[in-house]
């Protein structure tokens, strides 16, 4: 005979509220997942656009603010909802396929708008040609950080993370 079978329903449903985890620290791992990725991801882009000068990490800081502000919450939102479609689209398929379709997708998604804000943060858009050139470096150069890095998060990380979430 458990503890659990001696309990009352409060009880148990007492001690189930007591080990939820709090909101705060659902923020947090994803602020902080959020700022290992985007970190990375403007600090390669940065260093592409503008080479390593005096004011690189505040260059680098900024761009990575303004995607921090912009790209990461639709990021968010994009991952939430690729998971339910790739659910839904692929009911049969294994769960580690899926997150790694669901990580590539995410990778390619997320580093473009990053480089667009990265480069739209260290050239502008005074010059197209410039610009664009800008933003597809940056999708380039971080193209091997990002997929490595959605590769890993997606098929070890996630499925921890979203556990975490749920609890």
């Known amino acids: 005979m458990s ?9 148990q449903a007492m001690e189930h509220q007591q ?6 620290q659902k923020v947090l791992v994803v602020l902080c997942m959020m700022t290992v990725m985007g970190g990375s991801l403007t600090s390669v882009m940065t260093y592409i656009n503008l080479g390593f000068t005096e004011t690189f990490f505040t260059d680098w800081g900024s761009s990575f603010l303004l995607a921090a ?4 919450p639709v990021g968010f939102l994009l991952m939430v909802l690729l998971t339910k479609l790739s659910h839904a689209l692929l009911p049969n398929t294994r769960e580690l396929k899926r997150n790694l379709l669901v990580g590539v997708s995410m990778a390619l998604i997320m580093e473009s708008g990053m480089a667009f804000t ?3 943060n260290n050239v502008g858009f005074e010059g197209k ?6 933003w597809l470096d940056g999708v380039l150069a971080a193209l091997p950080v ?5 590769l ?3 098929t070890t990380v996630k499925p921890k993370i979203e556990r975490f979430m749920k609890s």
Do not use: E, H, N
């Open 3 to 11: 503890a659990q079978d001696v309990m009352s329903p409060s009880q």
């Open 118 to 120: 990265t480069a739209m």
């Open 152 to 154: 890993i998060i997606s």
């Open 69 to 72: 502000i912009t790209v990461m």
């Open 129 to 134: 040609g410039v610009f664009f050139d800008a």
């Open 146 to 150: 990002a997929l490595t890095l959605m």
């Open 19 to 24: 080990t939820k985890t709090p909101l705060y």
